[in-house]
């Protein structure tokens, strides 16, 4: 089955700085990829996605990069904010059913 | 978010005992998956359903039994539960064939005594 690696576990940015995410997944058949952020205590909450088809995605201060060929991708997040602290969620999808495989997460904390 | 919900939020129950989890989406999506978070392993799937009386097992079923008699609804049952099934769980809903973006519940915070 699909198996999706998530880096880093923890990560410690500067408001106003960049942050990046990288997840590498296994399954070549995986065509769908999202993001997902999950503030203590709530639900995780999809905030941008990617198809095999594309590339790159962008959304206002988040973009997503997809490598087909080595099988990763990248959430970047730029000018952070403090209220971009949170748990971040990388996924892939294999199959036409959507069941997802999620990475184990990343904590990000946004210092001011 | 509003269109899938989630009961009881939180529950306490004793090892062996049978608890029933609820999932309700009024968005009438085909797809509904349940999931656990622990710390440490992010989200995985225990069980997924296409449709009504379509289901299929996730990644860790054992122990949990779902049904599908209505496409609203997608309740998970822990037929004994055990410590080990202290999590929170996560319903989340789909809309289109193949892959489509999924959309959560506030999920059940579950502990087993």
């Known amino acids: 089955g699909e198996n999706v690696e998530q880096h880093p576990s923890t990560l410690s940015v500067q408001e106003g700085d960049s942050a990046v995410i990288k997840c590498t997944y296994s399954d070549s058949a995986s065509n769908y990829f999202p993001w997902y952020k999950q503030e203590l205590g709530k639900r995780p909450q999809l905030i941008i996605d990617?198809?095999?088809?594309?590339g790159e995605k962008k959304d206002q201060r988040i973009a997503v990069t997809l490598n087909k060929t080595a099988k990763h991708f990248s959430l970047h997040i730029t000018e952070t904010q403090p209220e971009d602290s949170a748990v971040y969620f990388c996924?892939?999808?294999?199959?036409?059913?959507?069941?997802?495989?999620f990475g184990a997460g990343t904590q990000v904390v946004v210092t001011p | 978010d509003a269109g899938i919900t989630q009961s009881p939020r939180y529950k306490i129950t004793e090892t062996g005992r049978q608890v029933t989890l609820m999932c309700h989406q009024t968005?009438?999506?085909?797809?509904m998956f349940w999931y656990r978070q622990d710390l440490g392993h992010g989200l995985r799937l225990i069980y997924y359903?296409?449709?009504?009386?379509?289901?299929d097992k996730g990644e860790v079923p054992d122990g949990y039994v779902v049904s599908r008699s209505k496409t609203e609804n997608f309740p998970l049952t822990l037929e004994s539960a055990t410590r080990s099934q202290t999590s929170v769980y996560f319903c989340?809903?789909?809309?289109?064939?193949?892959?489509?973006?999924?959309?959560f519940g506030p999920g059940t915070r579950l502990t087993v005594t």
């Open positions: 968005w009438s999506h085909s797809y």
């Open positions: 996924a892939a999808s294999p199959d036409s059913w959507g069941k997802l495989q």
């Open positions: 990617i198809r095999s088809n594309v």
């Open positions: 989340a809903s789909s809309g289109g064939q193949g892959a489509h973006e999924q959309y």
């Open positions: 359903s296409a449709a009504a009386d379509i289901t």
